[in-house]
């Protein structure tokens, strides 16, 4: 009986051992992150190197601004949320976010895209741009897209509102360069940040400046944060070198 007792005892200990081996081996708990489409491509191209430099795996959500506010207001956990600077103040003064820790990140402009291998339309001028807009067959664009102030603003200026009202496709969270990639759409209005790395769209320009309107995007640490050090460490990642050189191949720009 004593023999079988010290051998219980052991393995309970060696299980026990075994336990906070495995406790002690477990990977650290991912940064959750809330972000706009407008970064996704750069986000996509850039986490691995991104998880090296903070020692902590992300778990990002990509989406519009607008939905994205919804979510926190509703009390979606999340570390850093990543959104147009208005919407990221207003959650500051709801208390969501830490109004010291926010951050400019990076601008984008709008663009035309069309399906990859056709040939590329001009819109390099207003005139161009309403020529080309008038002769496409439907036109997609998000809902409820930061672009679509600037988009519907375009067609006023252009005089074209009433005859684009029926080509109009009006698509969800990044739908615009998948409707045109799938042929569901001709042309594709966006951020051109969007644009640019979904396969099967090409960029054809950004809209002429006369009718262009820039997005910024900003990022702040929430303040009910699990870890507000690996939130820090990684606002500091999306400021730094790593970022910032990558701007230009993902059609954004550094805020001045």
């Given at each position: 009986m004593k023999r079988s007792s010290f051998i219980a005892i052991g393995l309970a200990i060696a299980i026990s051992g075994c336990s906070t081996t495995q406790?002690?081996?477990?990977?650290?708990?991912?940064?959750?992150?809330?972000?706009?489409?407008?970064?996704?491509?750069?986000?996509?191209?850039?986490?691995?190197?991104?998880?090296?430099?903070?020692?902590?795996?992300?778990?990002?959500?990509?989406?519009?601004?607008t939905a994205l506010k919804g979510k926190i207001e509703q009390g979606e956990p999340f570390d850093v949320a990543i959104l147009v600077p208005a919407l990221l103040d207003e959650l500051a003064k709801q208390g969501h976010l830490v109004a010291e820790s926010q951050v400019n990140l990076a601008r984008t402009g709008v663009g035309v895209g069309s399906r990859e291998g056709t040939p590329k339309a001009?819109?390099?001028?207003?005139?161009?741009?309403?020529?080309?807009?008038?002769?496409?067959?439907?036109?997609?664009?998000?809902?409820e897209g930061q672009s679509r102030p600037t988009i519907e603003a375009a067609f006023e200026k252009?005089?074209?509102?009433?005859?684009?009202?029926?080509?109009?496709?009006?698509?969800?969270?990044?739908g615009g360069p998948v409707a045109v990639a799938k042929g569901e759409a001709e042309l594709v209005m966006t951020l051109t940040s969007e644009i640019i790395p979904v396969p099967g769209v090409q960029l054809i320009g950004p809209l002429p400046a006369e009718l262009q309107s820039y997005v910024t995007i900003g990022a702040a640490r929430s303040t009910h944060a699990k870890d507000p050090e690996a939130a820090n460490s990684l606002l500091?990642?999306?400021?730094?070198?790593?970022?910032?050189?990558?701007?230009?191949?993902h059609g954004m720009e550094s805020v001045e």
């Open positions: 406790e002690a081996a477990a990977p650290p708990a991912a940064v959750r992150v809330l972000s706009s489409n407008a970064v996704k491509g750069i986000l996509d191209d850039l986490q691995p190197q991104i998880e090296r430099a903070i020692g902590r795996p992300l778990s990002i959500e990509f989406s519009t601004s001009d819109v390099s001028t207003p005139d161009a741009l309403k020529r080309t807009l008038l002769s496409a067959k439907s036109v997609a664009f998000t809902a252009l005089a074209i509102a009433d005859a684009m009202r029926p080509k109009v496709m009006l698509v969800g969270p990044a500091r990642q999306l400021t730094g070198s790593t970022l910032t050189s990558a701007l230009d191949a």
